[in-house]
């Protein structure tokens, strides 16, 4: 399992790789393969329902607390509590569970993380089109909840010829497209994705893929330069007709 893992997480990088561990790590247990994944350096697993969770919660705390834990079944009722003590990410595939734990995240005053399910084509789990579009039309059901993902279940991912993993790219990126994601939501993202570990992994893949040294880089110089550095700077002016600077107001907009 682990050989499997580490060759998909050096196939994705720099993308992050996760783990679906749901029915006991599909029979093998989880109180082995959990701790062993971990030990590789997985930070993220995903099951299908709440108690799952709480199992590979247990399996990770003496190894890697910091993990995520995702539960795709959704968000229980009157569970919520549980989710923030455990700190297991629900994933939520309707309004109303949005709208739960909206207002749990109001009535403790804090922004609290979540994963949004968008269902492209699975027909199980995820907002359908009607409640794409009323979320669309009506951002502010999201405020309170940190988005760290959107996501969308492939039904046809093994089947590498199928044209359904297509359709539904389309379909999940013409979703985001509509959806109000702003640069704020990215930035706070990634930053919990470098804080749990990322940003050291990214940093091993990287010397490993350019090495440790570097040669100079030798650039080509309109003029020979000063082997005497000082502060000095020069201007230079130029104009910008009124057709190009209108041309490059409306770029910077876009």
Same mark, same amino acid.
């Given at each position: 399992?682990?050989?499997?893992?580490?060759?998909?997480?050096?196939?994705?990088?720099?993308?992050?790789?996760? !783990?679906?561990?749901?029915?006991?790590?599909?029979?093998?247990? *989880?109180?082995?393969?959990?701790?062993? +994944?971990? !030990?590789?350096?997985?930070?993220?697993?995903?099951?299908?329902?709440?108690?799952?969770?709480?199992?590979?919660?247990?399996? @990770?705390?003496?190894?890697?607390?910091?993990?995520?834990?995702?539960?795709?079944?959704?968000?229980?009722?009157?569970?919520?509590?549980?989710?923030?003590?455990?700190?297991?990410?629900?994933?939520?595939?309707?309004?109303?569970?949005?709208?739960?734990?909206?207002?749990?995240?109001?009535?403790?005053?804090?922004?609290?993380?979540?994963? *949004?399910?968008?269902?492209?084509?699975?027909?199980?789990?995820?907002?359908?089109?009607?409640? $794409?579009?009323?979320?669309?039309?009506?951002?502010?059901?999201?405020?309170?909840?940190? *988005?760290?993902?959107?996501?969308? #279940?492939?039904?046809?991912?093994?089947?590498?010829?199928?044209?359904?993993?297509?359709?539904?790219?389309?379909?999940?990126?013409?979703?985001?497209?509509?959806?109000?994601?702003?640069?704020?939501?990215? !930035?706070?993202? #990634? /930053? #919990?994705?470098?804080?749990?570990?990322? $940003?050291?992994?990214?940093?091993?893949?990287?010397?490993?893929? +350019?090495?440790?040294?570097?040669?100079? &880089?030798?650039?080509?110089?309109? #003029?020979?330069?000063? !082997?005497? /550095?000082?502060?000095?700077?020069?201007? *230079?002016?130029?104009? &910008?007709?009124?057709?190009?600077?209108?041309?490059?107001?409306? @770029?910077?907009?876009?």
């Amino acid at each position: 399992v682990v050989a499997n893992w580490t060759q998909l997480r050096d196939r994705v990088a720099p993308a992050e790789c996760s !783990a679906v561990v749901k029915a006991d790590a599909y029979g093998l247990g *989880v109180a082995r393969v959990v701790p062993a +994944l971990a !030990a590789a350096a997985c930070r993220t697993f995903v099951v299908a329902q709440f108690e799952e969770a709480l199992a590979v919660r247990r399996a @990770l705390e003496p190894v890697a607390p910091e993990a995520q834990v995702f539960s795709l079944g959704g968000l229980p009722a009157d569970c919520e509590g549980e989710f923030i003590a455990n700190r297991i990410l629900p994933v939520l595939n309707h309004l109303g569970e949005i709208a739960a734990w909206r207002a749990f995240a109001r009535s403790r005053g804090e922004l609290l993380p979540a994963v *949004v399910h968008i269902d492209t084509g699975m027909n199980r789990l995820g907002l359908g089109p009607d409640e $794409l579009d009323t979320l669309a039309a009506e951002p502010a059901r999201l405020e309170g909840i940190d *988005v760290r993902y959107w996501m969308t #279940h492939l039904a046809c991912a093994d089947e590498f010829d199928s044209p359904m993993t297509g359709e539904q790219l389309e379909r999940f990126r013409a979703a985001l497209a509509r959806l109000p994601i702003q640069y704020a939501d990215y !930035a706070a993202w #990634h /930053k #919990h994705w470098l804080d749990q570990g990322e $940003l050291q992994r990214q940093l091993d893949y990287w010397r490993g893929q +350019l090495g440790s040294e570097q040669p100079i &880089l030798e650039l080509p110089i309109d #003029h020979p330069r000063s !082997a005497l /550095k000082d502060h000095r700077l020069g201007r *230079v002016a130029f104009a &910008l007709d009124n057709d190009l600077a209108q041309r490059l107001r409306q @770029l910077a907009r876009e």
